[in-house]
């Protein structure tokens, strides 16, 4: 069985090991305080979450993606849908769910192969940024009888709702009156959870304690997966390695990713070396290829030439002579246009970070189909 797993939650053994970052947001929870977590995708702050409630005995976690919400109702039915999935099978629970937020008027229906809750909203429902009260009413019932986490993953999207500041206040109002629910607001698009957390006209201005999910050590990284290669029959050069953590950009899950493939292409006994590195790579970008294909497809050239010149030559000056020359582009203001167009597609992350690619692997397919 492949022992490389990425796009899921993982703990105990299938985590690797932070234990200085798991102990510093074992502490926030132990002492219900506020969180807010800081780190671009796919570099383990949702197993950071998952692992270090499942540390602290008796906590219960609500786990709520807030990726693309558009609106309060969109919030509404996230939220509802983690609270359900918490006892999914007590009906007499689900009935409380259900009164508490009436104004709502949810339906709530669970699918019966996986058991997952899906919660939809009453259709012409328009909450406004006071509507999500009833839900923060029962949150605050349950953290009462149980030691409650409450998590809001890709949180910086809220700030895409119609009267996105003032449910932020809303929210933010209610979270710094409960006392008894630990918050965990974590987000990935660093200028926005800046805007949200830094900014002094935000609600949420120096709020919470902002932790910080760095990229793992290498060497720490190494040894995780080296003893997964090792009981698998495969040996990994040390040239590989540095090959491996090169093209996936370092990132835990990006990382966890390409060994799967590599996995996938070889057998016990063999060597990891270049020649599986490009097997690997072909195997993902097959993968991925259709993916890609739609994220191509509405760019303007512009905006295409300057995803190849940060493909070529990174984009840590982009304003520079080189950097211009490589997008084919005469004007500074111009790849500037086009860049931030980018980072509003998210494909790739801004400036303090260097134009960095969210996905490397769309890095290495621009690299060799455009």
Not at 65 to 94: G, N, P, T
Request: proline share 4%; with cysteine.
């Amino acid at each position: 069985m492949n022992p490389f797993q990425f796009g899921v939650a993982v703990t105990g053994g299938d985590f690797c090991p932070r234990p200085e970052l798991v102990e510093r947001l074992r502490a926030c929870i132990e002492a219900r305080q506020h969180v807010a977590l800081l780190g671009e995708r796919r570099t383990g702050k949702t197993s950071l979450i998952h692992e270090a409630v499942r540390l602290e005995r008796g906590t219960h976690l609500i786990y709520a993606q807030l990726w693309a919400v558009r609106s309060v109702e969109d919030v509404a039915a996230r939220l509802l849908r983690a609270v359900a999935s918490m006892q999914k099978h007590d009906d007499s629970f689900l009935q409380k769910l259900v009164r508490a937020v009436g104004q709502i008027r949810p339906r709530i229906e669970f699918d019966e192969v996986t058991g997952q809750p899906s919660v939809t909203v009453a259709a012409g429902a328009k909450l406004p940024p006071s509507g999500l009260d009833g839900v923060f009413d029962f949150l605050e019932e349950l953290g009462a009888r149980h030691r409650l986490v409450v998590a809001l993953d890709e949180f910086q999207d809220i700030r895409q709702v119609e009267e996105g500041e003032a449910l932020l206040g809303e929210m933010r109002s209610r979270m710094q009156r409960q006392r008894k629910v630990g918050y965990i607001l974590a987000g990935s698009i660093r200028h926005e959870m800046e805007h949200i957390f830094r900014d002094p006209s935000s609600p949420f201005f120096k709020s919470l304690r902002t932790l910080e999910v760095p990229e793992l050590p290498q060497e720490v990284f190494r040894q995780f997966l080296d003893k997964r290669f090792v009981a698998g029959g495969r040996r990994v050069k040390d040239e590989t390695y540095e090959r491996i953590f090169g093209v996936a950009q370092n990132n835990p899950g990006d990382v966890q990713q390409f060994c799967a493939a590599i996995w996938d292409v070889t057998s016990s006994g063999d060597v990891v070396d270049e020649s599986v590195i490009q097997k690997a790579l072909m195997q993902i970008l097959a993968t991925e290829r259709k993916g890609y294909e739609v994220q191509v497809r509405p760019l303007t050239g512009m905006q295409i030439r300057c995803l190849k010149a940060l493909a070529r030559v990174g984009g840590k000056r982009s304003q520079s002579k080189d950097f211009l020359e490589a997008a084919g582009i005469k004007l500074p203001a111009s790849a500037k246009r086009a860049l931030t167009r980018l980072v509003d597609l998210e494909i790739v992350y801004g400036p303090e970070v260097g134009y960095k690619y969210f996905d490397p692997f769309f890095r290495e397919w621009i690299l060799r189909e455009m």
